[in-house]
């Protein structure tokens, strides 16, 4: 019937409609009100027989067209899905398979013992090795005149710098014996390794020939015998690491270091596992002088300075950050100690940013500021170290009245003064302050000086605790982090190693901390402690520390690492929260064991659903370490099948292959019985993991060949279970799938998937188009069946969609639909499978369009004359009737508009805003908003056209000219690094974490933030009107019965005014949460159970007076006319004076 074009407003000709007066001003109608229910009703009443022509159709014929897809769904499900058929094989097979429990608090208690004895046998290797690191060095007889031609050791660097000719030490040529080693390939490191001999990186903003450096290299060789003694002892080990106080790293087993593109900044004193092993927990406040007397200069390094403090910090620390001159003010929207974790510190480096300078100095606001915040109980804080850092250019007022007020007679709090630029002021107050406050005061003249610094006072800190002797010698436990050498994700054992050494005899005990001592152990390693495949596709083992960061889990999978920060995961963002995980998330911080039964909301694999689930909680703690186990199993994995093959292995002494079933996994037999996809799982120690299912399937049978079934290199669990499903799914072609022809109901194949790894497709030809993936544990459609009861529907994912132009190529799109297979066997119920079928898209388009119609299968299309009433259906009418099925995550299945069926999959705001908001505003669906800590995105392309190197400090024409900022201590520093911005260019606009990154890294970590809407609280018929004014809408939405699909028969939009407000599902890039809101409610979290920052025998008269080196005309010189050559200059030793007077 031709449609003439339509005017807002306008009834559709040949439709029974009545007009509708446009809602004058006022408050919106709801379409719950009485108003809106009295409109629906006369609406409906003129729809009804009596009227010309069509009319909508009215609600008890929409019932009936539901009714009439259920059973065709179920119809079809029944008979080719073959769920009771597959129930039957398996009881047919019972003698082949026994069912075996899990049971929660056995299981949980069990992998945290193991957890626990791989952890304890790294205890005992750092506890050898952090001994004799302190035996060595107390044995060590310094040597004032060691060179560097006296020293031979591997550089893990040098290998990098040969190759670069431009490089330092090869324009400068080297002195020291440098070792030339081979190397080998070693998986477990993923990485060349040599074992004979350890590795030395020293940061590039330390001169390798000072006699500080090499006095370190002396003695810590001898820690070579010990590493290679712990690895005999356990050939489990992997990275046995000692991070130095003066910046040395030796490393075992030797690899050459990963150099990046850029300039490497790696310092091992900055790494989160080296922060927290050498000092306990601190409570910190920054205070930073802005009065007018700060140029634009000191100011930007003082900026520069803060953000290099911060990065000090773990997440067992609290920070604020304030500035100050006549009054002291918070720099962000921080108003107490908030904890120093990533996101936190990224909003006080922000805020840093836009400080300004003005006013006059008031050390009395910005120390009474510091010492109020310090002194908040009120707040959830690390109860430590305290300590004041404050960064000014010099002044003259010592505050006294303040500390006696505060701080005195006990000096609780620590304070450190900053000296920040070049400038002619009395420092003996800077000093004063730090002294009388048992801190220390440092100088930062230039950029060059920053970084050694901000980290020197980790060696304050650790006074107590090396005085606390073997009291201290514990053992921590770090967050999960990225390897710097490649390992992957991995946590860290650490012990502080204490300078045992005194001046002579009956002095004081030597209060300095050599270094940490650690002991890499992968994730994967722990992992492997976990049961793979008993807990089924939905169950899991995790474990969070007493940050309530988890250490695993399946959802930590960071999509990129920055290995300067820790990755920190909380366990309420790896799930989604609700109030029953926030209670056990506390309980196991807490230590303690629990068990509870909850329901939930889960995301899908593909996050594109949410389904609400019931799952156990089983957690205890693992003994001698900071973290906690915990599983999770939904009530179907309570039991689980294994195989039984014992008869058939009995009878066959041969290779595997020759073991009944096996035939059917070889590709011989996939065109009668059907293509075999299985799971790429560890079968044997000899068979390599494979993308290409093909691949790795041929290798498979060529593995099989040689193999015994009694084999000890195989996994007899999983490769049995995987020859009974083999088998099994070979039975359900033979009684069903085999003689039924799947054209007569337009179905693309029919499939069926195991626990035991087997997906068969059939016939042959449709694994051809078969995407999903062939580990079962790994597809979306698996999971989501066995957590549903029903048929679900999965349409094409929109990454995937079909363009109009693939429909008319006689390209078959399909859409899955899925249930699970659910077994009672002796009183006990599992779901050990999950069958299906695919649809063709546009036949059952079309099939669709005929159920939702006003005739019978026989019967031609329903005509309608002039004088006679129809009501209108999804077959004939559709020029003015929208018919959609849409499934519970808001994608579009099925439509009767042919012009949407390229839309397939899309999220149905994408097709019809108007009516999906209506869907939504009517309960049929909820929202569930929430975020993804571990997406990454592309970097940002940040032009330079007028714009300053970022972070680096570029001394101008006047700083050249300044006698005192030549003869500075950081001078040899800084001129370094303006050597490498020449040969490394681009590293003045690089970011620090691009430059420290790995060479591959393109993408950096971001938030995204991520929709899913599900099925709300309506689960009945229901009419409602879509209010556009002129432009009103008549829908009709219904659930269709034992499916996920919501079936919906709307009339079609008039005009272009009922498109006002569109759903938004895709992810979209995001700040995350306010973390201004969020750090007024933090999350519950325990700091470690010891503290030291206090011991009644510290010393703290080494409280730093500051760099005093006296002008010399020839380094002088020799700078210039470097400078001016471009030649790399020879650093003077009196550069790290300071750290050899005070360390050895």
Not at 91 to 100: A, Y
Request: proline share 5%.
């Amino acid at each position: 019937m031709a449609v003439p074009a339509r005017t807002c407003g306008a009834a559709r000709p040949g439709v029974a409609r009545t007009a509708r007066p446009r809602p004058g001003p006022g408050p919106r109608r709801s379409a719950s009100g009485p108003a809106r229910r009295l409109w629906l009703f006369l609406l409906l009443l003129l729809a009804a027989p009596g009227a010309s022509a069509y009319s909508f159709p009215q609600q008890h014929t929409m019932q009936h067209w539901a009714r009439r897809l259920e059973q065709e769904i179920d119809g079809v499900m029944r008979i080719f899905g073959g769920v009771q058929q597959l129930r039957e094989i398996y009881k047919d097979n019972r003698n082949l398979f026994e069912v075996q429990e899990n049971e929660p608090q056995k299981l949980v208690e069990k992998v945290a013992g193991d957890i626990e004895s791989l952890l304890d046998r790294k205890v005992q290797a750092l506890k050898r090795l952090a001994d004799a690191a302190e035996t060595f060095q107390k044995a060590h007889r310094w040597q004032d005149n060691i060179k560097e031609e006296d020293i031979m050791y591997y550089d893990a660097k040098a290998d990098a710098e040969l190759d670069d000719p431009e490089s330092e030490d090869v324009e400068r040529g080297s002195k020291s014996s440098a070792l030339r080693l081979d190397f080998v390939e070693d998986p477990n490191f993923k990485n060349k390794v040599n074992y004979s001999y350890t590795a030395v990186q020293i940061p590039t903003d330390i001169y390798k020939g000072s006699t500080v450096i090499l006095n370190e290299l002396n003695w810590t060789e001898a820690l070579e015998n010990v590493f290679i003694e712990n690895r005999r002892q356990d050939p489990t080990l992997l990275w046995q690491v000692f991070g130095s106080a003066t910046g040395v790293t030796r490393y075992y087993p030797a690899t050459p270091w990963r150099a990046p593109k850029k300039i490497d900044l790696y310092d091992v004193r900055r790494r989160p596992w080296y922060i927290q092993g050498a000092s306990s927990p601190k409570d910190m406040v920054i205070i930073v002088d802005v009065s007018g007397s700060v140029s634009g200069l000191t100011l930007k390094l003082m900026k520069t300075s803060v953000c290099e403090m911060l990065d000090t910090l773990s997440d067992d620390d609290y920070v604020n950050v304030a500035s100050f001159n006549e009054k002291a003010q918070p720099v962000s929207c921080f108003t107490h100690l908030v904890q120093a974790n990533v996101r936190n510190k990224k909003v006080f480096k922000e805020a840093v940013q836009g400080m300004v300078a003005k006013g006059t100095t008031g050390y009395k606001a910005g120390f009474e500021y510091a010492f109020d915040q310090l002194q908040n109980s009120n707040i959830t804080r690390a109860n430590c170290n305290k300590m004041i850092m404050m960064f000014t250019d010099g002044g003259e007022d010592r505050v006294q009245d303040v500390f006696e007020k505060y701080n005195w007679p006990n000096r609780t709090v620590r304070v450190f003064t900053f000296s920040v630029g070049q400038h002619n002021y009395d420092v003996t107050p800077l000093q004063w302050m730090a002294c009388t406050n048992k801190g220390y005061y440092f100088e930062i003249p230039s950029i060059g000086a920053i970084r050694i610094n901000t980290q020197e006072y980790l060696d304050v800190l650790g006074r107590p605790m090396v005085l606390a002797g073997k009291e201290a010698k514990q053992v921590q436990w770090t967050n999960v982090y990225e390897d710097a050498l490649g390992l992957g994700l991995v946590v860290t054992g650490t012990l502080p190693v204490f300078n045992l050494t005194q001046d002579g005899p009956g002095e004081k005990k030597n209060q300095l901390i050599l270094g940490v001592m650690g002991i890499d152990v992968a994730l994967n390693d722990i992992k492997r402690l976990t049961p793979n495949y008993t807990l089924g596709a939905n169950g899991y083992v995790f474990a969070i520390d007493l940050n309530g960061y988890v250490l695993l889990h399946p959802n930590l999978k960071p999509q990129t690492t920055n290995f300067r920060e820790p990755v920190t995961l909380d366990f309420l963002d790896a799930e989604l929260e609700d109030e029953n995980k926030e209670e056990i998330r506390r309980s196991m911080i807490d230590g303690n064991k629990g068990h509870k039964q909850i329901r939930t909301l889960v995301k899908s694999l593909d996050e594109r659903y949410i389904d609400e689930v019931t799952r156990n909680y089983t957690w205890v703690p693992i003994r001698s370490t900071n973290y906690s186990l915990g599983l999770v199993l939904p009530p179907y994995s309570t039991f689980y099948l294994q195989a039984n093959l014992s008869d058939q292995i009995l009878q066959v002494k041969l290779p595997i292959s020759k073991l009944k079933d096996f035939e059917f996994l070889l590709p011989s037999s996939f065109e009668s019985e059907g293509h075999v996809f299985i799971a790429p799982r560890e079968y044997c120690k000899d068979l390599n993991a494979s993308d290409n299912n093909t691949e790795f399937l041929k290798t498979f049978i060529e593995l099989m060949e040689k193999v015994t079934p009694d084999s000890k290199q195989c996994n007899n669990f999983l490769l049995h279970n995987l020859i009974l499903d083999t088998g099994i799914t070979q039975q359900l072609v033979e009684r069903v799938w085999r003689d039924q022809d799947l054209n007569t109901y337009s179905l693309l194949a029919v499939f069926a998937a195991t626990d035991g790894g087997i997906t068969r497709v059939f016939p042959n030809k449709a694994a051809e188009d078969w995407t999903e993936n062939p580990e079962p544990f790994n597809a979306s459609f698996y999971r989501r069946s066995l957590d549903n009861h029903g048929y679900i529907f999965k349409p094409l994912h929109q990454d995937t969609l079909l363009r109009p132009l693939e429909l008319e190529n006689n390209t078959a799109v399909g859409i899955l639909v899925s249930t699970a297979v659910e077994l009672s066997l002796s009183g006990r119920t599992l779901r050990p499978a999950v069958v299906g079928v695919k649809l063709d898209l546009e036949a059952w388009a079309e099939k669709f369009k005929v159920l939702a119609s006003n005739r019978t299968h026989q019967d031609q299309p329903q005509k309608c004359g002039p004088n006679s009433h129809c009501e209108m259906d999804c077959e004939v009418n559709n020029e003015d009737l929208l018919c959609v099925l849409i499934d519970d995550g808001g994608f579009l299945v099925l439509s009767n508009q042919n012009h949407q069926w390229d839309q397939i999959g899309r999220f149905f705001s994408e097709v019809d805003a108007n009516l999906m908001l209506a869907l939504y505003n009517n309960s049929f669906y909820t929202r569930k908003e929430s975020y993804d800590y571990q997406a990454a995105c592309a970097p940002q392309p940040t032009g330079n056209l007028g714009a300053a190197p970022r972070g680096v400090f570029v001394p101008t024409i006047a700083d050249f000219l300044n006698l005192a900022w030549w003869t500075s201590a950081a001078a040899w520093s800084l001129f370094q690094q303006l050597l490498y911005g020449l040969v490394y260019h681009s590293w003045f606009q690089a970011d620090p974490a691009e430059a420290e990154g790995s060479p591959e890294t393109r993408e950096s970590s971001c938030i995204m933030k991520q929709t899913q809407y599900y099925f709300g609280s309506v689960n009945a018929s229901y009419n409602a009107i879509i209010d556009c004014g002129n432009c009103s809408r008549l829908f009709h939405a219904q659930r269709l019965t034992n499916t996920n699909l919501l079936f919906v028969v709307a009339e079609k939009p008039l005009c272009s005014q009922c498109e006002a407000g569109r759903l938004l599902q895709k992810e979209t890039h995001s700040d995350g949460p306010e973390q201004c809101e969020l750090v007024q409610r933090p999350r519950y979290r325990r700091g470690p159970h010891i503290c030291f920052d206090y011991n009644a025998t510290e010393d703290t008269s080494d409280c730093g007076r500051g760099a005093s080196f006296p002008p010399s005309l020839g380094v002088l010189i020799s700078l210039q006319l470097l400078l001016l050559l471009g030649l790399p200059p020879r650093p003077q030793p009196q550069v790290q004076a300071r750290v050899a007077s005070h360390r050895f």
